[in-house]
């Protein structure tokens, strides 16, 4: 690539994983709202998320080398057709299926939907490091509005997916988002500029997936239980007790609760990502050493921690649905998030500081393996815990994940 063209192609990046990131967030709260509504237990709910999660998993062990063998604008082609793919075969759902049958299909159509987005999100991550400008601070820019805006994007996709399931239904709500993101993915083919990098010499093999760099392990082990923290809430636990606040069980008072859940959850994640692009100026990083970066990224790790804690003391003393406690907890989430947005850009921000860019798709695909293992693991734990011990041991759980990000986030300090 022509070194006049870097900003032309990280903006076509941008908006095509803007444009995924979008269907990403709809299609996850059609899917929570439209089958929860169905009388699906939280156990039942976590598990159609579940193959999402684990195909995040492998896909990124792969999807680095494949970036690196055949080029990133492959696997960013390739992930937004599998989501058109995915979007197209749910449409296909029959409700007179079992609930065994729906649970079995929805999985294994969540599990494309997750590769799709794993290949789009690496593929993306991995431009920034090789188009963003040398200067000091540019890498730490780039790569927090990439991330910042996905996050506002997706968070519009919330509220997106809730209003479509309300004005449209289910299916002609899954048939849009295809249509209008196959659309998408002809524009970027067309627009996306040539060569763009990432393409390793042909006769490299495959292999080396985990990182040599010690500090690239121990972040993406930071960045399991981060993502975990926020998955065991965010995925069953947190909706499921607004639904059952909000909803009087007709039809109308559901149709109400969609859109206020999907309201709240999109107003979180774009608040979250504007934190995300913002973080540079909050944590004053512009001509910053990389090691004071890391002092920072511990610190604020700690800051998480007691949150979810004091949540859980709160879900426990109310025993049961109240006003003053969904009222903590929308305070409390929000706050929550600020510090989780703080943790994230940081994290992003280091992954491509620490990667070196003769295997940046690979460490970067090393990364957001274990991305999607937290995500794994916080989504199981959510519907097992909400089952189990209520809201009060699901924010508790939540609080367990977000220590184990901090003691991990310790281990980067120079010794």
């Excluded at 269907?23 to 059609?30: N, V, Y």
């Excluded at 156990?43 to 579940?50: C, G, H, N, T, V």
């Excluded at 999402?52 to 604008?73: K, M, P, S, V």
């Amino acid at each position: 690539m022509s070194a006049a063209n870097p900003l032309r192609a990280y903006a076509a990046v941008t908006a095509a994983y803007w444009a995924f990131m979008l269907s990403d967030g709809a299609l996850r709260m059609l899917v929570l709202l439209h089958f929860n509504a169905l009388g699906f237990t939280p156990i039942q709910l976590a598990w159609l998320f579940l193959l999402y999660e684990l195909a995040g998993i492998i896909t990124n062990l792969g999807a680095g080398w494949l970036a690196a063998r055949f080029g990133l604008a492959a696997t960013l082609y390739g992930g937004l057709a599998l989501q058109i793919g995915a979007l197209i075969a749910l449409a296909q759902l029959d409700p007179g299926w079992s609930i065994a049958a729906s649970v079995a299909f929805v999985m294994a159509v969540q599990g494309v939907s997750g590769v799709a987005k794993d290949l789009a999100k690496m593929s993306s991550k991995s431009a920034v490091k090789l188009l963003a400008p040398s200067e000091a601070g540019g890498l730490f820019r780039w790569v927090a509005v990439l991330t910042g805006s996905k996050n506002a994007v997706k968070g519009l996709g919330f509220f997106l997916g809730a209003a479509l399931l309300a004005l449209l239904g289910f299916t002609t709500a899954v048939w849009a988002m295809a249509g209008v993101l196959a659309v998408i993915l002809i524009a970027v083919v067309l627009f996306l500029p040539s060569g763009l990098p990432g393409r390793m010499k042909a006769d490299e093999a495959w292999g080396g997936w985990r990182s040599k760099d010690a500090r690239v392990n121990r972040l993406s082990l930071a960045r399991l239980f981060l993502f975990g923290a926020r998955d065991v809430w965010f995925v069953v636990g947190i909706p499921v007790y607004f639904q059952s606040v909000l909803s009087d069980g007709t039809s109308e008072g559901r149709r109400e609760a969609f859109f206020l859940i999907g309201g709240f959850l999109a107003l979180w994640i774009i608040a979250y990502g504007a934190v995300q692009a913002a973080a540079p100026r909050i944590l004053g990083a512009k001509n910053q050493p990389e090691a004071e970066t890391v002092r920072k990224a511990v610190r604020w790790a700690g800051l998480l921690v007691p949150i979810p804690f004091l949540l859980a003391g709160a879900a426990w003393a109310a025993e049961g649905p109240a006003p003053w406690l969904t009222a903590m907890l929308i305070g409390g989430l929000l706050v929550f998030g600020f510090v989780f947005a703080i943790n994230s850009s940081v994290h992003s921000y280091l992954i491509l500081a620490f990667g070196s860019a003769e295997r940046i798709t690979r460490d970067v695909g090393f990364y957001y393996m274990a991305n999607a293992a937290g995500r794994l693991i916080g989504t199981l734990l959510s519907g097992l815990s909400y089952q189990v011990g209520g809201l009060p041991l699901c924010l508790a759980t939540a609080g367990v994940m977000a220590a184990g990000s901090w003691f991990a986030a310790r281990r980067l300090l120079p010794r």
